[in-house]
């Protein structure tokens, strides 16, 4: 199964790109992960996409397009998904091509707060259901006080959220299979 991920986070040290790399690391035998670039994707503008999409945007639907699965890792700004996120969502929600329509996905998140991105996932999930997707229900992974659960080199160290990425791969595999 051919996953890709995207981390809603565009700085380099950022903890759900971190997450990320864990779960590419982890990835059962059967599953790789590639981690998609969204730094080049621009303000949605539908003026431009009536035009055509821009060369970030049609090189993303490409990588999706190709993908069987899709894993995304949501920061939480100001209580939701940062802007970034919903932006490139957006440019992905838009005709022609039902992108998402039956696409299975896995999220997750990590948060310097409490609530390890509950109230920022559960938005992603409300959009994701717009978008026609099947989401992964659970194991959910909510990386609450992320700055304690990755060295300083930036690995993983959290050996409970290492334990929910690969269950969370293995039922995102279960749900795939069901859903062809
Ligand atoms: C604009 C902004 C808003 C934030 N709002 C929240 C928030 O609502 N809840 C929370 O837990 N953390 C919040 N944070 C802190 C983030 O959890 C923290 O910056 C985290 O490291 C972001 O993810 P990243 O490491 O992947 O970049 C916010 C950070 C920023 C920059």
Redesign the pocket.
């Known amino acids: 199964m051919k996953v890709l991920a995207i981390?809603?986070?565009l700085?380099k040290?950022?903890?759900?790109?971190l997450a990320l790399r864990a779960a590419q690391k982890l990835a059962p035998a059967g599953i790789s992960i590639s981690i998609a670039d969204i730094s080049q994707i621009p303000l949605y503008d539908e003026d431009v996409r009536s035009g055509g999409d821009p060369a970030a945007v049609s090189a993303l639907k490409a990588q999706i397009h190709a993908a069987d699965a899709v894993l995304i890792a949501t920061?939480?700004?100001?209580?939701s998904m940062p802007g970034v996120l919903k932006n490139t969502l957006d440019w992905l929600a838009r005709p022609p091509e039902p992108l998402f329509n039956g696409k299975v996905v896995a999220i997750l998140g990590?948060?310097?707060?409490?609530?390890g991105?509950a109230?920022a996932q559960y938005h992603l999930r409300q959009v994701l259901q717009g978008m026609s997707a099947f989401t992964v229900n659970r194991p959910e992974i909510f990386i609450r006080e992320?700055a304690g659960k990755f060295s300083a080199t930036g690995e993983l160290t959290d050996e409970a959220t290492a334990k929910l990425i690969v269950e969370q791969l293995d039922a995102l595999q279960k749900l795939k299979a069901r859903v062809g």
């Open positions: 981390s809603g986070a700085r040290d950022s903890y759900n790109t920061p939480e700004y100001s209580f990590a948060s310097t707060g409490l609530v991105t109230r992320a």
